[in-house]
C-alpha cells in the first residue's frame, strides 16, 4: 500500500493505492526472470504453474545462463 | 571423430531435462546429435550437452528399452516417467457439476407484482 498527500486549496487529502509487486530478479546474477508473472498471490493462485513460472530445473529462481553455470559446476566435479 | 560419438554418455544442461543422463544416439552433423535416456528422445545442439567419460556399446538408432538397459548396466539411476493417475487405475475424484440455480417461478411473479 503506497500513501498519497495531495495539497489541495483548503485541505490536505490523503488516499492509498495498491501496488504490483517488483519484478523478480536472478538470485545469481541479479538480471530480471523472463516469464514470471508479478501479481499479488492471491490474484494468480488459481492459474495454472506452467504459466507462472518455466519448467526448468531452477526456474523462477536463476537465469538459463546461471543455472547452466551450477549444473556445470556439479557435474565438473 | 569428434567427442560426441555413438552409445556416449553425457548431461543435457539447457532446457526442461536439464542436469539428466542422457546417450547419444545417432550424430546428425556438427552441430546437431539425437538423444534419449533419461530425457525425451530428441534432437539437441552440442552446446546444451556436457560429455562424460565412458561409451556404452549401443547401436545406431537404438530403442528406448535398449537404451535404459544398457545404462542401468553402466549404474545410472533411472527416472521413470510420471503415469497419470487415471492409468495407474487409483480413484479419480468425479468432477463436481455444476447446477445452475432455478429461481421459483413464484419469486419471478412477485418481483413483477412490485414494479407495476
Redesign the interface.
Known sequence: MKQIRKKLASRVSVYTRKERPGKKTCANCSKVLPGILNFKTSKIRNIARTRKRP???FGGYLC?RC??KM??Q???K | MSIFEIGRLA?K????D??NYCVIIDVLDEKYVMIDGNVRRKKCNINHL?P?KDVLKIKRNEGHENVIKAMKQAGIKIIEKKTRAKNKGLKVRPKKIKIKKSVDESKKVKKNEKRK
Open positions: 519448467s526448468r530445473k538459463s543455472s547452466r549444473i556445470l556439479g557435474v565438473r | 548431461v544442461i539447457a532446457g526442461r536439464s542436469s556436457e562424460l
